[in-house]
């Protein structure tokens, strides 16, 4: 069955850099859109970013220009990496990986339109 398991997330300070793993498993990973996702406390979930199954690649405002996704299939678990910039307080939250085999989902970067989600990973920032 499909499986996304993220690690990568801890307390960094303001202006650091943090690159978040998404380990997938169960599915074809050449054949989704893989999306990486945050929810602060009290705040609704946000699309960050997601990566087609050509490789084009597409942001949120929150995450141009900080941000960036990549995906790795050479493991024996396909991966994909969020790499975080400059981060700043308002980067706290837990961040989320998600897949969907409709490449809808990569263009509208909407919670909705992922069918599949990892558990998450906190990250800090203080």
């Known amino acids: 069955h499909v499986q996304l398991v993220e690690s990568g997330g801890v307390w960094v300070q303001a202006g650091g850099s943090l690159r978040l793993s998404c380990a997938t498993s169960g599915f074809d990973f050449h054949r989704y859109c893989l999306g990486w996702f945050r929810q602060a406390p009290g705040k609704e979930r946000e699309g960050l970013a997601g990566?087609?199954?050509?490789?084009?690649?597409?942001?949120a405002d929150a995450a141009k220009g900080r941000f960036t996704i990549s995906k790795d299939n050479a493991n024996t678990n396909s991966t994909v990496y969020l790499q975080m910039n400059n981060l700043k307080p308002e980067d706290t939250a837990m961040y989320y990986c998600a897949a969907n085999p409709d490449g809808i989902a990569c263009r509208t970067l909407l919670e909705r339109d992922f069918g599949y989600w990892g558990q998450g990973t906190q990250v800090t920032v203080s």
């Open positions: 990566i087609d199954t050509d490789g084009t690649s597409k942001y």
